[in-house]
């Protein structure tokens, strides 16, 4: 029985939820088609807590994979990273009131890692089922960005394969704040997060097919 963890973040700057969450909770336990349990688990928002609170999970929980996830806030889809780099840049305070600018995220670290993750065959696996999904080259220099680092980072050399998603926020949250502003509704999340979870553990060798962008 193979363990895959995911993780959702609390909520932060003005949310008051927080849709990875929302999202990953839904799929705790779920067992899927081939052997395969998911564990999901929240992180904090902060600088300070958020890289030891997810390596006492690779800790405690010993996954075969390993998917972080996060609020990307005005991301039109489900967006899979394909870069964590070793800086963090904050351009809003976390929820402890830290605002790193221009520190490393492990001093002395490799400047980037890529994700383990078969990204395009993640993104194909998504459009076919529908769902809006894309490769993005970035994942921001806030606590996202630290924690896929910190993950990177971690499991290097391990053989466990892990990486990072960022979604949309959800319909209700911009119709509060922001109208006209992109969304996808909370089922589509958890179906997506759930196809995306299957075609990286199904996949060893990811797929050549365009993701990129001009500039
Ligand atoms: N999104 C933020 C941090 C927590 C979250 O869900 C980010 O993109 O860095």
């Known amino acids: 029985m193979g363990t895959v963890l995911l993780t959702g973040f609390e909520p932060f700057d003005q949310d008051l939820v927080n849709p990875s969450w929302e999202a990953v909770r839904l799929l705790d336990g779920v067992q899927l088609d081939d052997g395969i349990r998911i564990v999901a688990r929240q992180l904090p928002c902060a600088f300070a807590t958020a890289g030891a609170c997810l390596n006492q999970l690779l800790v405690e929980h010993a996954p075969q994979l390993v998917i972080a996830t996060g609020l990307g806030p005005g991301r039109s ?125 199904c996949t060893q060798v990811d797929i050549v097919e365009t993701g990129g962008q001009v500039s």
């Open 77 to 201: 889809d489900i967006s899979i990273e394909r870069v964590a780099i070793n800086l963090n840049d904050a351009r809003i305070a976390d929820n402890l009131g830290e605002r790193p600018i221009d520190t490393p995220v492990v001093p002395g670290g490799p400047a980037a890692y890529f994700s383990t993750l078969p990204v395009k065959a993640m993104v194909k696996a998504l459009r076919e089922a529908g769902i809006a999904a894309s490769v993005s080259q970035t994942a921001g220099t806030f606590v996202c960005n630290q924690v896929f680092y910190s993950l990177q980072h971690a499991l290097a050399g391990s053989g466990v394969r892990s990486g990072f998603i960022h979604v949309p926020w959800l319909p209700e949250q911009v119709e509060q704040g922001a109208p006209g502003l992109p969304s996808m509704a909370l089922a589509t999340l958890v179906e997506g997060l759930r196809v995306a979870v299957m075609a990286a553990w």
